[in-house]
T-cell receptor, first 112, second 114 residues
């Protein structure tokens, strides 16, 4: 079963602009993670945010978590062509199966 | 660190043949995961191991799929016999903190069954 759903499915912006992707989920979580996947490559972990945290930063990445709305957002500031990739959120439920459940991803294209 | 290593990177086979995918996790990681990624179903967890012991194989699609982890540095995913619907990218991942913590993915094996 799919827990996280990303929105939008695809996003195309100009280099230098900010990109925002959203993830909604259904059940209570232990943590939420964001991963990046470049074309033809494996997933790369970006950020993990726990249920008691509201915001985390890593370089040009900012992740927020709103447990009351069961949603998270990933903001990439000052985008670069190298940021072109698919971005996935993955949720770890508090109850239920002990595993990460990945959404379908947002395909981000940065135009030079 | 070399990261998670998978082989082969690409595999083309004919329906009915046996396929074996291999994975070497990051040294020291005690969890190993096998995932399958397709356009239709996204990324699905097939099975994961903790300290070489299979913990959850509920994602294994059917008896044609089997996975083993004979030691801490090696795992295989076998499909026998293979079918065209098995065509997908298969990822191996490992982690240190548990199945809900950060996972480190290999480059994947792209399987095409004709």
């Amino acid at each position: 079963s799919q827990q996280g759903e990303e929105d939008p499915q695809a996003l195309s912006i100009q280099e230098g602009e900010n990109a925002t992707m959203n993830c909604s989920y259904k059940t209570s979580i232990n943590n939420l993670q964001w991963y990046r996947q470049n074309s033809g490559r494996g997933l790369v972990h970006l950020i993990l945010i726990r249920s008691n945290e509201r915001e985390k930063h890593s370089g040009r990445l900012r992740v927020t978590l709103d447990t009351s709305k069961k949603s998270s957002s990933l903001l990439i500031t000052a985008s670069r062509a190298a940021d072109t990739a698919s971005y996935f959120c993955a949720t770890a439920e508090i109850q239920g199966a002990q595993k990460l459940v990945f959404g379908q991803g947002t395909r981000l294209t940065i135009n030079p | 660190d070399a990261g998670v290593i998978q082989s082969p990177r690409h595999e083309v086979t004919e329906m009915g043949q046996e396929v074996t995918l291999r994975c070497k996790p990051i040294s020291g990681h005690d969890y190993l995961f096998w995932y399958r990624q397709t356009m239709m179903r996204g990324l699905e967890l097939l099975i994961y191991f903790n300290n070489n012991v299979p913990i959850d194989d509920s994602g294994m699609p059917e008896d044609r799929f089997s996975a083993k982890m004979p030691n801490a540095s090696f795992s295989t995913l076998k499909i026998q016999p293979s079918e065209p619907r098995d065509s997908a990218v298969y990822f191996c991942a490992s982690s240190l903190g548990g199945p809900r913590e950060t996972q480190y993915f290999g480059p994947g094996t792209r399987l095409l069954v004709l």
